[in-house]
T-cell receptor, first 113, second 113 residues
Framework: NAGVTQTPKFRILKIGQSMTLQCTQD?????MYWYRQDPGMGLKLIYY???????DKGEVPNGYNVSRSTTEDFPLRLELAAPSQTSVYFC????????????FGQGTRLTVV | GENVEQHPSTLSVQEGDSAVIKCTYS??????FPWYKQELGKRPQLIID?????GEKKDQRIAVTLNKTAKHFSLHITETQPEDSAVYFC????????????FGRGTQLTVWP
């Protein structure tokens, strides 16, 4: 099983550029999440989705956008990249039922210069 | 929404000693409490979880306890080994927003040989 797959693994952006972080899962999970993790820090929720067509803001949504057109895919869009968005980004998914585990992708290390 | 607090932020122990990490949560309706381990440069992975109808769960050297009245849960690692060194995150699944996990800020555990 592939689980949760993120691309790319690494990326360097210049200030003001845009990019999309891709996330796809093959477990038919309803719930998907995007987190960022700054060095030495915990996970901060950016956006999440409870199913296709439904998204909601997390703790730190500013500067990001998401869409959920299919159950499998949950891309994260960065518009006008800023140095403050330098971080490691994790996508995760869970089935959303009672007592279910969240599975994480391998992460995308983004540097904005 | 739910608020999860985790302590301590860093913990150093000698190999063979026990380590305890504590978390509190705010939403009395929360019903699922997983613990994740994140090794350096890798994704968080589930190590143990506990449901709201259980007070304690053990898996070899790892145990988790839950006190629903006090709204706190703890991770206990006995006979620690250097490979236990990692960041540990607690989480709670909010009762009012199905499926969404709220994470603590993490504990950096270092086990000295």
């Amino acid at each position: 099983n592939a689980g949760v797959t993120q691309t790319p693994k690494f990326r360097i952006l210049k200030i003001g550029q845009s990019m999309t972080l891709q996330c796809t899962q093959d477990m038919n999970h309803n719930y998907m999440y995007w987190y960022r993790q700054d060095p030495g820090m915990g996970l901060k929720l950016i956006y999440y989705s409870v199913g296709a067509g439904i998204t909601d803001k997390g703790e730190v949504p500013n500067g990001y956008n998401v869409s959920r057109s299919t159950t499998e895919d949950f891309p994260l869009r960065l518009e006008l990249a800023a140095p403050s968005q330098t971080s490691v980004y994790f996508c995760a998914s869970s089935s959303g039922g009672q007592n279910t585990e969240a599975f994480f992708g391998q992460g995308t290390r983004l540097t904005v210069v | 929404g739910e608020n999860v607090e985790q302590h301590p932020s860093t913990l150093s122990v000698q190999e063979g000693d026990s380590a305890v990490i504590k978390c509190t949560y705010s939403d009395s309706a929360s019903n699922y409490f997983p613990w994740y381990k994140q090794e350096l440069g890798k994704r968080p992975q589930l190590i143990i979880d506990i449901r709201s109808n259980v007070g304690e769960k053990k898996d070899q050297r790892i145990a988790v306890t839950l006190n629903k009245t006090a709204k706190h849960f703890s991770l206990h690692i006995t006979e620690t080994q250097p490979e236990d060194s990692a960041v540990y995150f607690c989480a709670a699944k909010g009762g009012s927003t199905l499926g969404r996990l709220y994470f603590g800020r993490g504990t950096q555990l270092t086990v000295w040989p």
